[in-house]
């Protein structure tokens, strides 16, 4: 019999101790919307999508964690650590994995990637399982180019994917290339979780996109996003927007 599933087919919340219903993060609405109801994750690329606070980064985070993954970024091999910041909610998320699915997986995130560079110079035959071949210089490298070459480097067979606000490294042009990254995973089989405040980003063809905000989360049409409709009213008229926060 042969399957066809993702790495993870679904997210729900298991409650223990540990995980207050009174307290950070089950207070924030898109982490209670998830204990009350679960989260199926489709094939391919899913965008979280919302304003600083929302909690999207923290579901990409715990998501990750209970995948496996290092949460300051890395596969599952990846053991650096620096300052623990995450919440205990990935201690308590059951993942259904995709059954026939790979075990592969990293995680990048734009706040703690020199940490992470740091780890790989310093681990060149360690526990982080990079593909073979020399360990480029990445802090020789600018912010972009560095996270360019971890994607291409790392995201490169049918894994799980988890990113948090990788466009905070990327021009424009870059952004496009990792668009492009994006789309080739999914179409190698692999699966995208991205938490993202880039329009551009969040513009992928075929991707899922949920948008976060105080009514927990919500699958919208890019078109309808919140984000969307507010950058191109800024493009189209920034004074209208910024009248509001500068001195006359």
Request: glycine share 12%; net charge negative; no cysteine.
């Given at each position: 019999m042969e399957f066809d599933q993702p790495p993870v087919v679904r997210v729900d919340?298991?409650?223990?101790?540990?995980?207050?219903?009174?307290?950070w993060p089950m207070t924030i609405p898109a982490v209670a919307q998830l204990a009350r109801e679960g989260l199926d994750l489709p094939r391919g690329v899913t965008f979280l999508v919302g304003e600083n606070g929302s909690g999207k980064s923290t579901l990409v985070e715990?998501?990750?964690a209970a995948y496996g993954l290092n949460p300051e970024g890395g596969s599952t091999g990846a053991r650096h650590r620096t300052r623990a910041s995450e919440s205990p909610l990935g201690q308590h998320?059951?993942?259904r994995r995709g059954i026939g699915a790979g075990r592969w997986g990293y995680f990048l995130r734009a706040e703690t990637m020199?940490?992470?560079?740091?780890?790989?110079e310093d681990n060149p035959t360690g526990l982080e399982q990079r593909p073979s071949g020399r360990e480029a210089a990445l802090h020789e490298m600018s912010h972009g180019e560095s996270f360019l070459e971890v994607l291409r480097t790392r995201f490169d067979s049918p894994?799980?994917?988890c990113l948090d606000e990788p466009e905070a490294a990327l021009s424009f042009s870059s952004t496009l290339g990792l668009i492009d990254t994006l789309h080739r995973v999914a179409q190698e089989g692999g699966q995208v979780l991205c938490a993202t405040h880039s329009p551009v980003l969040a513009a992928l063809p075929g991707a899922t996109v949920l948008e976060v905000g105080e009514w927990g989360y919500?699958?919208?049409?890019w078109e309808d996003l919140e984000l969307v409709q507010h950058w191109r009213a800024y493009l189209e008229a920034p004074q209208r927007y910024l009248r509001h926060v500068l001195d006359d």
């Open positions: 919340v298991e409650p223990g101790e540990g995980l207050d219903e009174e307290s715990a998501i990750a998320l059951r993942l020199h940490g992470l560079y740091s780890y790989l894994g799980f994917y919500q699958q919208v049409r």
